[in-house]
């Protein structure tokens, strides 16, 4: 409007600013040089948005939502999303600056996106997260995609992770302690003293053990609730 020398009349920037705070997306409708009316335009939040958003908030992640809307329209959703922390009005260069800031201060920066302009905070973020309902090229710039294209798959990513970690640790352990025993017996440290040496077959199944044992830990990663 704008750029056409379109002014908009204060009966309708009343009325706008009234539709913004409901968290909608206004369009104006010019005739000419002449403002004469606007589309609002809103998406559903989904319920599973906002339980995702509070988990992880609960879980004591810093949730930050950005978005190229206007003021209004974002403090809107952020006060039903229980967010306190939002921007508006994001290019995309605000998106990606935002990050490398954080990023700065030592934080661990995971970003979720469907968009192109999310395309290069995906790329910048430590964990980009895109949705497989959004864009080819955020989906290329991001390392896990989510194919529903809903929030509540980031829980349980975090939470997947979180049980992987413990499963490598787990079995990294198993593995040192197999080897740490294993290893001088089969060496001959006990024969000096005890005169025992360890016979190949009951070291090949020992070794044979300690692989099965790994395996079988880490088929458990099956059965774990991701949504806890």
Do not use: W
């Amino acid at each position: 409007m704008e750029e056409i020398g379109a002014s908009v009349p204060d009966y309708l920037s009343t009325m706008v600013i009234a539709e913004q705070k409901l968290g909608k997306t206004l369009s104006y409708i010019s005739t000419k040089e002449k403002v004469v009316g606007f589309v609002a335009i809103s998406d559903a939040i989904k319920e599973s948005s906002k339980k995702a958003i509070n988990e992880l908030i609960n879980k004591g992640i810093e949730v930050i939502m950005m978005t190229g809307d206007n003021r209004n329209t974002a403090k809107a959703v952020a006060d039903s999303l229980n967010l306190s922390s939002y921007q508006a009005e994001c290019l995309p260069e605000d998106k990606f600056n935002k990050i490398k800031k954080l990023q700065a201060k030592g934080k661990i920066v995971a970003m979720a996106g469907d968009g192109i302009n999310d395309s290069p905070a995906l790329a910048q973020a430590d964990v980009g997260i895109s949705m497989g309902t959004g864009t080819d090229v955020a989906i290329e710039n991001s390392e896990i995609t989510l194919i529903k294209g809903d929030l509540d798959g980031i829980v349980k990513a975090k939470n997947l992770s979180h049980a992987v970690m413990k499963n490598i640790k787990q079995n990294l352990f198993f593995s040192f302690l197999y080897n740490t025993m294993g290893v001088p017996i089969a060496a001959g440290v006990l024969f000096p003293v005890f005169g025992i040496l360890l016979s190949p077959i009951i070291a090949a199944a020992a070794m044979s053990f300690s692989s099965v044992s790994v395996i079988a830990n880490s088929l458990r990663l099956k059965s774990i609730n991701l949504n806890k």
